[in-house]
């Protein structure tokens, strides 16, 4: 028989509502939720510098301006699921330092180059569009801070994904070598972008469980169907072409068919051995121990306070 406790629990559950942070709660379900909420921090963090490389190079200061404020938006993303984290009973410190141990996961998209402006309107239109199909669902997660922080992320995500759309559209109506530069870009983010998702539902461990604890609400292939149609009308209309000669709505499922997915990268970037694995958690390593003197700083400053606090 459940404990007075887990039926309480299995009760929120069961009427689709809210978990808070001080009510009780099984372990595993808390552990799932610092597992997937500290990785989707850490993406945030580390998804700030592929774009970042662009920002002393945007084409102009409107453009500047905007990609900006973008990756501060992600950096503000980060901050809000660390402490959504951080409601669960972990420190900040113990998810950042297992982050720059190479020790945590973060989204498998992060670890590939940069090389062109159109990358911009490339992450922005998919990287960021697969990130609201994903995310859109997780504004009515079971556990309260997590699906809170994730609306007003969810909000700066579309925002996001209609910049990156127009920077594509603009190049699309170009020269011929800025419609190159648009279609090359697409070309290399697609297949990655559809990778986000995770892998596919029959090989998903962790799908099954979160989904009957209410944090996820859709399974991976299913939400990967769901971002395949948001593309295909937005790229006629844009006028590339999405890279699967496979690609083809099958009307009697609904469902669109296409090739096959390379999990073999995707394992591979899992592994640490992207493309920019090395680079990008070396990046995150200097710009911790760069930081070191503000954080001394604070607390210095914290414990004077409260010296003086007592006097
Ligand atoms: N990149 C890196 N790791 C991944 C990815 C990916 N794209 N997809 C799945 N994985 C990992 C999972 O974290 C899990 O590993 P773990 O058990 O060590 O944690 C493993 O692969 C198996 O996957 P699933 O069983 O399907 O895991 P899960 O149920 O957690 O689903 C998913 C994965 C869909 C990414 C989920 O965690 C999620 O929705 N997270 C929140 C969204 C998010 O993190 N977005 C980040 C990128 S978007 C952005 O920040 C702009």
């Known amino acids: 028989d459940p404990t007075p406790e887990e039926a309480q629990f299995g009760a929120i559950i069961a009427a689709d509502g809210r978990i808070e942070p001080r009510d009780w709660m099984p372990d595993a379900y808390r552990r799932t939720l610092v597992r997937q909420i500290s990785q989707h921090a850490h993406s945030e963090i580390i998804g700030m510098q592929p774009e970042a490389n662009w920002i002393t190079r945007a084409p102009s200061l409107k453009r500047k301006a905007i990609l900006m404020a973008k990756v501060?938006?992600?950096?503000?993303?980060?901050?809000?699921?660390?402490?959504?984290?951080?409601?669960?009973?972990?420190?900040?410190?113990d998810m950042m330092d297992a982050l720059i141990a190479g020790k945590a996961r973060y989204s498998s998209i992060f670890n590939y180059p940069t090389p062109t402006w159109a990358d911009m309107g490339a992450i922005g239109w998919l990287v960021d569009g697969a990130a609201i199909c994903n995310q859109v669902p997780l504004c009515r997660a079971s556990y309260g801070p997590y699906g809170r922080a994730m609306v007003r992320i969810c909000k700066e995500e579309s925002f996001h994904q209609r910049q990156g759309f127009e920077i594509l559209l603009e190049l699309m109506r170009g020269t011929p070598?800025?419609?190159?530069?648009?279609?090359?870009?697409?070309?290399?983010?697609?297949?990655?972008?559809?990778?986000?998702?995770?892998?596919?539902?029959?090989?998903?461990?962790?799908?099954?469980?979160?989904?009957?604890w209410n944090i996820k609400r859709f399974t991976n292939d299913e939400l990967r169907q769901r971002f395949v149609g948001m593309l295909v009308p937005q790229a006629e209309v844009l006028g590339v072409t999405l890279p699967d000669p496979e690609l083809r709505l099958d009307e009697a499922s609904?469902?669109?068919?296409?090739?096959?997915?390379?999990?073999?990268?995707?394992?591979?970037?899992?592994?640490?051995?992207?493309?920019?694995?090395?680079?990008?958690?070396?990046?995150?390593?200097?710009?911790?121990?760069?930081?070191?003197?503000?954080?001394?700083?604070?607390?210095?400053?914290?414990?004077?306070?409260?010296?003086?606090?007592?006097?």
């Open 177 to 212: 070598a800025q419609q190159r530069m648009a279609q090359d870009a697409v070309d290399r983010w697609y297949w990655p972008s559809l990778q986000m998702f995770g892998p596919p539902d029959d090989q998903s461990p962790n799908s099954a469980q979160s989904m009957e």
């Open 72 to 93: 501060q938006d992600e950096a503000g993303h980060g901050l809000y699921l660390y402490s959504a984290a951080q409601t669960l009973g972990t420190t900040r410190d």
């Open 254 to 311: 609904g469902r669109y068919v296409m090739s096959e997915i390379d999990w073999t990268e995707f394992n591979e970037v899992l592994a640490g051995r992207g493309p920019m694995n090395a680079e990008r958690l070396k990046r995150r390593r200097d710009a911790h121990e760069d930081g070191a003197w503000v954080r001394e700083a604070a607390a210095a400053y914290a414990a004077k306070r409260a010296v003086q606090r007592e006097a």
